[in-house]
């Protein structure tokens, strides 16, 4: 079978990776960039480059994006709607589930089919088999083009025909990698500033992250079932747990931000009444008012 040929936009680390895989899988890839110079290696290696947008999106059936938002995508492909209608854009930008369901119908009015994707890899996980990404919208346009954009990330996991979902399930694994990952900024922050560094705390901060996968199981059971019973934690125990975190961090001369928000997100739940409740007593709290 013949490699789809595929329209590139956007070559940032993330779309410079997809050209790469897709040229060495054997498919024949236009590439439209805003700053042209970064196609250079890739037309060495027989990518074509298009002009303008226009000129990109009326060269292939399957365009794919990887911009920096979903801003980006209008400001190019705007000026190339009379190329849409009859492409299928796969979106790989990250931006919200709203955004993503707004310019799945922007696209529609083109005469254009959506895919939201929502790629879990990194630039050098592009092209390898155990990377996922996200996909929502036509479950036609996802199954026509599924083994291209198999190439890019070895698994696929279509999430449904709502073009908000894929963004979805991408800003919640956001915001446990962001925040976790900040979480290990503040303790090699504080490793430093006690003589210690990042490698000295290696083992133990990767311990810590290695246990979460049966925490989050145990909390995850309880919370469907609304059980928030403080008979093994209480929010009690986590504020005055969080107040020694925010100390040990001021003590040593170090930003306690993330820590002392945490602090206040468990006192709000403790004025709320959940003091002898468990800490995953919060998500309710999350869920019913912003500060
Ligand atoms: P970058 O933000 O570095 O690259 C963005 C691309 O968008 C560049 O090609 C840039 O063009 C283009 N761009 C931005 N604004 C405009 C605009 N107004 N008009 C035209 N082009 C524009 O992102 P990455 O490559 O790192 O990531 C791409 C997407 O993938 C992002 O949404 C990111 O959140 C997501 N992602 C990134 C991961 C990563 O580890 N990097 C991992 C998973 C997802 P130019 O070259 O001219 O600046």
Same mark, same amino acid.
């Given at each position: 079978m013949t490699a789809t040929p595929v329209t590139l936009i956007g070559l940032g680390p993330m779309g410079h990776a997809m050209a790469t895989v897709l040229l060495d899988k054997g498919h024949q890839v236009t590439l439209w960039n805003r700053t042209a110079s970064r196609a250079?290696?890739?037309?060495?290696?027989?990518?074509?480059?298009?002009?303008?947008? !226009?000129?990109a999106v009326a060269a292939n059936e399957l365009v794919i994006l990887s911009l920096t938002d979903y801003d980006a995508m209008y400001a190019v492909l705007e000026p190339a709607a009379a190329a849409l209608p009859?492409?299928?854009?796969?979106?790989?930008?990250?931006?919200?589930p709203?955004?993503?369901?707004?310019?799945?119908k922007w696209a529609a009015g083109h005469g254009a089919a959506h895919l939201t994707g929502g790629v879990l890899a990194p630039p050098h996980g592009?092209?390898?088999?155990?990377?996922?990404?996200?996909?929502?919208?036509?479950?036609?346009?996802?199954?026509?083009?599924?083994?291209?954009? !198999?190439?890019?990330?070895?698994?696929?996991?279509?999430?449904?025909?709502?073009?908000?979902?894929?963004?979805?399930?991408?800003?919640?694994?956001?915001?446990?990698?962001?925040?976790?990952?900040?979480s290990y900024w503040y303790a090699v922050a504080l490793a430093k500033a006690n003589g210690l560094?990042?490698?000295?705390?290696?083992?133990?901060?990767s311990q810590n992250m290695t246990?979460?996968?049966?925490?989050?199981?145990?909390?995850?059971?309880?919370?469907?079932?609304?059980?928030?019973?403080?008979?093994?934690?209480?929010?009690?125990?986590?504020?005055?747990?969080?107040e020694h975190v925010v100390d040990t961090h001021t003590d040593s001369g170090v930003d306690a931000a993330l820590p002392s928000a945490v602090a206040?997100?468990?006192r709000r739940g403790m004025e709320a009444g959940h003091a002898a409740d468990s800490f995953s007593s919060i998500v309710e709290?999350?869920?019913? !008012?912003?500060?």
């Open positions: 250079d290696d890739l037309v060495e290696r027989g990518a074509i480059l298009a002009a303008t947008p !226009e000129e009859g492409r299928v854009i796969v979106n790989l930008s990250s931006d919200t709203e955004k993503a369901r707004k310019a799945a592009i092209g390898k088999p155990e990377f996922s990404t996200f996909y929502s919208g036509p479950r036609a346009a996802y199954d026509k083009h599924r083994a291209t954009l !198999e190439v890019l990330t070895g698994e696929t996991d279509y999430r449904g025909e709502d073009a908000g979902l894929a963004a979805l399930m991408y800003q919640l694994n956001m915001v446990i990698f962001w925040t976790s990952v900040s560094s990042a490698t000295d705390i290696l083992p133990y901060a246990g979460m996968p049966e925490f989050l199981s145990f909390y995850a059971a309880r919370i469907d079932a609304g059980n928030h019973e403080g008979d093994v934690d209480r929010l009690a125990m986590g504020l005055a747990s969080m206040d997100l468990f709290l999350l869920g019913k !008012e912003a500060p």
